[in-house]
């Protein structure tokens, strides 16, 4: 048979050119739609369903279309926005029908858990970061956040909540293992409060640490939250703890004694 040739960058078959496929012992049918076909299916001797974690998948769809199909890395977050879009209002409007309730919003948040393929950090590698906390750090948060939202609002009128990355250091493994190495430190977190408006999000600090320099941390994310939003809101938690998880040493500072208040 005559296989069209399908191209990633374009989203298109060839009008022209083909690929052959002969006959053979046993032959591999992949694909995300072969299973709706019933004539399909009872052609197949053994059917195999891959059932992967959702941030699994997301961060291998990112790392798959711009490694290996040259896409374009906001463009690659945009699309896989949309299609998630999609689907959560399809599913959240039917489950609305069936409860008689009024369907309210689309959050596209994406929360990370210390659990394998749950990462913020993982995903900002994948878009080409040598390690988060690393320069450029800020910048691919931002379009990862950017992005999402443009995915997001193209799929449905009902986007809403943040729709945006949050940063909590002590729930994200990548993060944990920024901080550990001390690529990640509470400075580069402050800059990255600038583009998530998530504030210092789950941050463990030694036990012993003064509070007028602990207030000073909090001042620069609630300054840019103010500056940059019509409604400033901004959470800050920072853990003051005596144990032996990865700890972000603040900077001692006289500063908080004025701009506490």
């Given amino acids: ?4 040739v399908y191209s990633y960058l374009t989203c298109t078959r060839s009008a022209t050119e083909t690929v052959t496929v002969h006959p053979a012992d046993i032959i591999l049918v992949e694909g995300i739609l072969i299973f709706t076909d019933a004539r399909l299916r009872s052609m197949l001797d053994i059917l195999v369903y891959v059932d992967a974690d959702p941030d ?17 890395v ?23 029908e069936l409860l008689g309730a009024k369907f309210g919003i689309v959050d596209l948040s994406l929360a990370p858990t210390p659990a394998i393929g749950d990462s913020v950090a993982e995903i900002l590698e ?11 750090t800020t910048a691919a948060l931002a379009l ?21 990355a949050f940063i909590p250091v002590s729930e994200d493994a990548g993060m944990i293992r920024a901080a550990r190495s001390g690529k990640l430190t509470l400075s580069k977190l402050e800059a990255m409060t600038a583009v998530c408006s998530v504030g210092l999000d789950m941050i463990a600090i030694p036990g012993d640490t003064p509070a007028s320099t602990t207030c000073t941390a909090t001042t620069s994310p609630c300054a840019e939250i103010r500056r ?34």
Wanted: hydrophobic share 35%.
């Fill in 56 to 72: 699994d998948r997301l961060v291998r769809v990112i790392s798959r279309d711009i490694i290996e199909r040259g896409r374009d």
């Fill in 126 to 136: 994948v878009m080409g970061l040598s390690s988060v906390g690393g320069h450029g």
């Fill in 74 to 96: 906001g463009k690659v977050i945009e699309r896989t926005a949309f299609k998630i879009t999609r689907a959560g209002q399809l599913v959240g409007s039917k489950a609305a």
């Fill in 228 to 261: 940059t939003t019509k409604e400033p809101r901004s959470s800050q938690r920072i853990r003051p703890i005596n144990c032996s998880a990865p700890c972000l040493k603040p900077v001692t500072s006289t500063f908080a004694m004025a701009a506490a208040p």
């Fill in 1 to 4: 048979m005559k296989q069209p």
């Fill in 144 to 164: 990862l956040n950017d992005a999402v939202k443009k995915g997001g609002v193209m799929a449905s009128s009902m986007v809403g909540g943040l729709s945006g």
